[in-house]
């Protein structure tokens, strides 16, 4: 048996190669390998495909990295099986790469043969790789023969490959240049390939069907002279001079090659800062750098003027990238997409993104895993990449990624796994590590062209990453092809939470309204809450785990909401009553006087305006009843009753007040002596009731040595709690009648009938 030296498993000789094969047939424990070649491999005495490939099922698939470090296997198998090639199936999340397959593959009882691999499943990547095989098929029917891989499954890529072989397969159709289907449609892309091959079948297409995403790819014969003279080349990458895609060297190679043995093609002449324009004149393919590039010149916004591409570098302080302006935020996501993806960054301002070339954080290939500090901060997006998945402020995210106190406001369109915070996760199988979103907000139109909208997070890419999202709302309108959520298009499952989060926006699937908070399998929602007219719940999934609750629209505006998003520890909504439309981050918490609609309230620190459905009141006893006395605010020391729902107590330095007040406050707890009285919501309905044990610091108390049980609120005065008909005085909607049936404007000393019951006051 083969052993892996420090993790790897070096193979250099066919008979190695043989002994790779029979270890992935006997992979029961679906382990993973990483494989490096050392050498070309002659593999053309090993022809019974089905015993030889490597990974040759679907239920004994590669998985891992194998990396050909630029040599060449040649092949002669003979394929009895479906899904056949060197590689049968690339399990998940795998790669093959820098490799060359050159012989002959001949399929003489299946269909779906590819030139490098039969199946390449969801998250997989083949990529630097070329085909130099014949593929022979006298079959008839439906072929799925193709240069690369005959079938892909899921957000599969194919990136910087050739197909430079042969296909005889002249009765076999539905075929492709490099890839024969994608049975996922666009999720698979095929970016910066070449097919220039002998075809001789009965029909498919250039490069693929059932739609994958085609980007800057070719098909072109062997007798083009852009193969030799080095333009095809620097179109493969994409006119970038210098570019580490594809390499040729002019003179020698009479093709496009992927592999770095092959020197880099620069673009000589005169080109504006963006390195791809030109000036005039004519421009040179050069195996040396002789170019003369305009430099780049920054604007306010520290974005190139010329460009509107590049931006300026961010400067890192204490481990932190500092994000002052739009250009710092272009040039950081090109950072972390280059792969510096654990870095951390803090926004220190909001940034308006309209009309700027911008690239989301984080790639599929480069998941972005670090730190991002908000502070609040809103970004404001005209981002329409439609063609494109995984769009928002940030593309791709992994488990330990942290990102907080950031709101997205604008649109955003893509195509597949869109979200104003972040369009999707590739994170592990289990919560080790988690993916925490905490108080972000989206405020953005989300469109996904096919699947997975939503406000925070588009997609938990298999459900595999543990997720956990604090203290977020969505308010922007989500529209998706289908699998649409107000949180998030999918979650995942179990061991994901959503905490203190709300939506007030729309969520349509297809045009059609969508009931899906956030789309799980069974995560953990608590306090959770949805607006009457958002047309979303969470009654079309998994609801074992808890279940958003709706709240009225004007709990949006009242305070309601961000009172009740912050009654689970951990809440922080903040909302300024009468002047911000919804609950959001800030400094001004919502306070709630009780369900007794009557509070007493005691600071010495500070002064306080009130703000909301609120109304504060000094009290004065007088006999056996207390009035109250409106304050328009309330000046430090002052003790007062609160009347309303909910409220700001926003601090002030304000001048005391000349009233006559009864009440006392307290800022320690004290102990009642048979003499304070507190207010409650008694038996007798609200009042100021005899106090035993302590009364809490911050309330207020009348003192006393009456002993009637309870003082009430003056019916004669319009504010009290009870309700004034004329003259007349009530106590919770019931009128006040004395023992002989008459009806008194006020509660007397001894027996009161109240709603039929006796009362001794």
Known sequence: MLAAVDGVYYIGTAEELNKLAFMLRNNVNKES????????????????????????????????????????????????????????????????????????????????????????????????????????????????????????YGSSKIENCAFFGKISAPNRDGNGGILSWSNNGSETTIKNCLVVADINWAGGADFGRNNPSIDNSFKTTASDETLANGQMTYKLNSKVSGAENWF?????????????????????GTFYCDGVTSKGGDVVLSNTDESVVDPHVFGANGVCTGCNAVGQEAALVDGKYQINNEGNLIWWSAFVNAGH??????????????????????TPDHTYVGSFYG??????????????????LFGVVTDGVWIERVIVKGFIKGHNYVGGIVG??????????????????????????????????GVNMSGSASIILTNCYNKGDITSGKEAGALSGWLGGGWSSVRNCYNSGTVK?????????????????????????????NSTENTQNGT???????????????????????????????????????????????????????????????????????????????????????????????????????????????????????????TADGTMYILADGADGVGFYKASGDIPAGKAYIVSSSSVKAFFFEADDATGINEVNGQWSMINGQSIYNIAGQRVSKMQKGINIVNGKKILF
Not at 73 to 102: P, Q
Not at 342 to 354: E, F, K
């Open 33 to 152: 390998f990483n494989v490096k070649l050392t050498a070309d491999i002659d593999y053309t005495a090993y022809k019974n495909g089905s015993m030889s490939a490597i990974g040759v099922t679907e239920k004994m698939p590669f998985i891992g990295e194998f990396d050909g470090q630029n040599h060449t296997i040649t092949v002669d198998f003979e394929s009895y099986s479906t899904r056949f090639s060197l590689f049968g199936t690339i399990e998940e999340n795998s790669t093959v790469h820098n490799l060359k397959v050159a012989g002959k593959i001949t399929a003489t009882n299946k269909n779906q043969t590819g030139g490098i691999c039969g199946l390449l499943k969801g998250g997989s990547k083949i990529y630097n790789c070329i085909s130099a095989a014949e593929i022979v098929d006298n079959q008839s029917g439906d072929g799925t023969i193709a240069g690369i891989s005959a079938v892909t």
């Open 248 to 268: 040729q060297t002019l003179g020698t190679d009479a093709m496009p090659t992927p592999f770095a043995t092959s020197a880099k093609l620069y673009a000589n």
């Open 375 to 392: 502070q609040n901060h809103s970004v404001t997006f005209a981002l329409d990449n439609t063609p494109y998945n995984y769009q928002g």
């Open 424 to 457: 999707g996760t590739n994170g592990g199988s289990n919560n080790t590590k988690q993916t925490n979103i905490w108080h972000c907000g989206n405020e953005a139109t989300i469109t996904a062209a096919d699947a997975n909208a939503a406000g925070i997070i």
């Open 548 to 670: 958003p609750a709706q709240v009225a629209d004007a709990a949006l505006v009242s305070g309601e909401l961000a009172y009740k998003l912050c009654q689970n520890g951990d809440g922080s909504f903040s909302q300024l009553i009468g002047t911000d439309a919804y609950p959001a981050f800030g400094d001004t918490p919502v306070s709630y006087v009780g369900d007794a609609g009557y509070a007493t309230m005691y600071d010495t620190t500070t002064g306080y305006t009130l703000n909301g459905d609120i109304k504060a009141y000094a009290a004065v006893l007088k006999g056996e009843w207390i009035t109250l006395t409106e304050v328009e605010n309330v000046p430090e020391s002052t003790p007062v009753v609160l009347k309303g729902t909910y409220y700001n107590k926003v601090a002030a330095d304000l001048p005391a007040i000349n009233v006559a007040n009864s009440l006392v406050g307290t800022d320690a707890d004290v």
């Open 341 to 362: 993806t654990d870095v951390n960054a803090v926004l220190n301002a909001d940034l308006d993104m309209s009309g700027i070339v911008y690239t989301p954080i984080g």
């Open 509 to 537: 699937n297809g045009g059609n309204v969508s009931k899906a908070f956030g789309r799980n399998n069974g995560c953990y929602f608590t306090n959770c809450y949805y607006t009457a007219t958002s047309g979303t719940d």
